[in-house]
């Protein structure tokens, strides 16, 4: 039942943010899309994380009971883009996601993935405004932090992502950009996938 009740508030998350996306998108449809020379990216939203079996298991029973928060996030840091056209841009962007678990009184464990990466957006119409695709692809790593104190990083994997998108601009230099991903990192004969959803700025 818990974890029930916790999907059903990061659907509502969701639901909320994509109302209120698309609610600022219909107030805002008199604003030009300004083509730029370069772009950066950034973004935040909730995720889902598959972590290796037995792990994963674990940490699913784990968050079943009684004072225990469990918060899976997903990050998209450092993007900077140089168009290629008008439609397509190319550069780099770090994608994380964080799985984090509390136990009331007697402490917590964080898992962080990274991947450092190559990515290109391709927009059908023009860059920043309406559908768009992404692919990135680069190198992964994870670590571990328990109650807060690091206990170290893993060695370098590879992590590829493809995702969805709607750009919507609100000013001429301003998008927002709402994204539903799939990550995938293979780290030290281990796999993570993680679906994340995340609403972002294209400035």
């Known amino acids: 039942m818990e974890t029930g009740r916790k999907n059903m508030n990061s659907i509502r ?11 600022v998108g219909v107030r ?7 083509l730029e020379k370069w772009y950066t990216y950034w973004g935040l ?13 674990l940490l699913n029973l784990l968050e ?29 962007v770090v994608n994380g996601a964080a799985d984090r678990t509390e136990v009331e009184g ?12 190559a990515s290109v957006q391709y927009f059908p119409k023009e860059i920043g405004k309406g559908l768009f695709c992404r692919g990135d692809f680069g190198i992964a790593s994870a670590n571990v932090s328990i109650d807060d104190e690091d206990q170290g990083s893993s060695d370098s994997g590879l992590g590829l992502l493809v995702g969805i998108g709607y750009a919507h601009p609100i000013t001429p230099g301003t998008r927002l950009a709402l994204n ?8 030290e004969g281990d796999n993570w996938g993680t679906v994340g959803i995340s609403l972002g700025g294209l400035f």
């Open 13 to 23: 998350i969701i639901f909320v943010a994509s109302l209120l996306f698309l609610g």
């Open 106 to 117: 007697e402490g917590s464990m964080q898992v962080n993935l990274y991947t450092y990466a």
């Open 45 to 57: 939203g909730t995720s889902n994380i598959k972590h290796p079996e037995p792990f994963d298991g």
């Open 180 to 187: 539903l991903n799939y990550a995938s990192r293979s780290i």
């Open 28 to 34: 805002c449809e008199a604003a030009e899309n300004q």
């Open 64 to 92: 079943v009971f009684p004072g225990v928060t469990r918060t899976q996030l997903n990050l998209d840091l450092l993007g900077f883009y140089k168009p290629v056209n008008t439609k397509m841009m190319a550069g780099f």
